[in-house]
């Protein structure tokens, strides 16, 4: 008898589809670790992905996690991922169903520490300084009085307050305050758009001769928007002359090597800015008064120096007594001059009269009429007999004409009648000729054929043979070409056959063969 099979055990436990299982695993992981702050270092950070949201890992000795940062929410980051960065990331746990893992989405990154801070702006300052963002060649100077003077600050401290202070005390000057917020998230990009508006502005509005950008003391994280990178840049970017003044003379940002001159507190860059108007006017008045009396003094010594030339000078009358007789002297001779000019000016126009007289339009034209009527007669007979004696040449040429083409005629006859016999004759050889090789060489071709169904392989197909090759066509001579289950094809009398080696048992060696007689030396080989 057969043994009947066995049931499968039952179990008590639900069945779940692994999306089911993916989505409880989610809401259990979310709901223990709903939001979260995780220090570790950036790693595997390789910039925005093409949609605008960044993807990385956080790592410390012993675990990594996935992390992953949204788009708007990279935006808006005050501190942006880099790599070997040691940050600390708050955010919430989840996970990704699709590769089975789990990661944290970061809502925001703050540098883990001082000494991280100090790492990721001494890495930002070399990276900058390599652009050449803080050479001294891009720096420009500041204008000594300046029309305009804008600030960069936050409206409400008491920073604007000293700013505007000291530049009234010193020289008062038109301020132009662009309130910004020095500290949070939106600082950074607050105060780089200040500085891009001041730049931008038009002849409609008045545009600032100087900026002065400004700011309390604090702590190093409080003065991180200074060194972001978009501060720096559009601190070098800009073409108005920019004053850093951020924090006490201690404290240092990134701000302060690209800006043109940097203050050590907001008061000593509203100092750098103006001049002292006291200083200012006292020290004109003493370059006036300096210049009044050299004025004066250049004035009396030119005076001195023309009264001098004015007594060495002669008078008037006796500079002039010299030029006046030679005037008189050159007046004389000028009259007897004309004179003797008009003297031989009308002798020349006198023989000029009597040659003319002499040779007068009347006589030359009828001289020149008689000369002209003589030609005429000349060329009228002259022409005449040209005539007649081209009419005589013509005809004689026509005479002649006639009879060269009269015998030119004949003879090309006669030649045509002789060529056209020797063609006759010539095609009457050509076609005997071509009949009797085409009779030779079909006699050389039944011959050849005839040869051919004695010597060639199909006659000896014929008798019961079969001729193998292989699968390449190659013709096979020996068992040792093939190996078991090689395909080769026959060649029978009739058609093909496809065939394949097999391996019988004892395999059979190739039975030795009888010395070939020698072929004839003029008979080719079968194959």
Request: proline share 6%; net charge positive; aromatic share 4%.
């Amino acid at each position: 008898m057969s043994a009947m099979p066995q049931a499968a055990p039952v179990s008590n436990t639900p069945e779940l589809t692994v999306s089911e299982l993916s989505a409880a695993l989610k809401r259990t992981v979310e709901d223990r670790f709903g939001y979260v702050r995780v220090r570790g270092e950036i790693s595997n950070y390789r910039g925005p992905h093409s949609s605008g949201h960044a993807y990385f890992c956080l790592k410390d000795q012993n675990a990594r996690l996935d992390a992953v940062v949204w788009k708007t929410t990279l935006q808006r980051l005050r501190t942006k991922p880099e790599e070997g960065l040691e940050i600390i990331a708050t955010g919430r746990v989840t996970t990704f169903p699709g590769k089975s893992s789990y990661q944290i989405v970061i809502d925001a990154i703050e540098p883990a520490g001082v000494g991280a801070l100090m790492a990721l702006l001494d890495e930002r300052r070399r990276r900058l300084a390599a652009e050449g963002l803080f050479d001294q060649a891009r720096k420009r100077p500041i204008p000594y009085l300046p029309t305009v003077i804008g600030v960069v600050t936050s409206p409400t401290g008491a920073v604007i307050r000293d700013i505007v202070h000291r530049i009234r005390d010193r020289f008062p000057r038109r301020v132009i305050v662009w309130p910004v917020r020095v500290q949070g998230e939106t600082s950074a990009v607050e105060v780089a758009a200040a500085i891009r508006g001041f730049n931008a502005l038009t002849a409609r509005f008045p545009r600032p001769d100087v900026l002065i950008v400004a700011r309390g003391g604090g702590s190093l994280e409080d003065l991180m928007s200074f060194s972001e990178e978009v501060v720096v840049r559009s601190t070098a970017d800009g073409l108005i002359p920019l004053i850093s003044a951020i924090g006490h003379e201690t404290d240092t940002t990134l701000i302060d090597f690209a800006a043109d001159l940097r203050a050590p507190t907001p008061t000593g860059a509203a100092e750098k800015c103006v001049p002292v108007r006291a200083e200012l006017i006292e020290s004109l008045g003493a370059a006036g008064a300096r210049l009044a009396a050299a004025s004066r003094r250049g004035v009396e010594r030119r005076r001195n120096d023309l009264r001098a030339l004015a007594r060495a000078l002669p008078t008037g009358q006796s500079a002039i007594a010299v030029p006046r007789q030679r005037l008189d002297v050159a007046a004389q001779r000028l009259g007897s001059r004309i004179n003797a000019s008009l003297d031989s000016r009308r002798l020349r126009i006198s023989k000029a009269a009597h040659l003319l007289a002499r040779h007068s339009p009347q006589a030359e034209f009828a001289a020149a009429r008689g000369r002209l009527e003589g030609a005429a007669k000349r060329l009228i007979g002259a022409y005449g007999a040209t005539l007649r004696f081209a009419a005589q040449r013509n005809a004689n040429d026509r005479a002649r004409l006639v009879s060269l083409s009269q015998r030119l005629g004949a003879r090309a006859r006669s030649s045509l009648d002789l060529h056209r016999e020797r063609g006759i004759a010539l095609q009457t050889r050509m076609l005997r000729a071509q009949k009797s090789c085409d009779e030779r060489r079909r006699e050389k071709l039944i011959s050849l054929a005839q040869l051919l169904g004695t010597l060639g392989y199909r006659s000896v197909l014929a008798r019961g043979f079969a001729l193998v090759r292989d699968v390449n066509g190659r013709p096979l001579r020996r068992v040792a070409e093939l190996e078991p289950g090689d395909r080769m094809s026959l060649q029978f009398a009739d058609g093909y056959m496809p065939a394949v080696a097999g391996e019988a048992p004892g395999r059979l060696r190739p039975a030795p063969r009888r010395a070939a007689r020698p072929a004839p030396a003029n008979q080719e080989s079968l194959f």
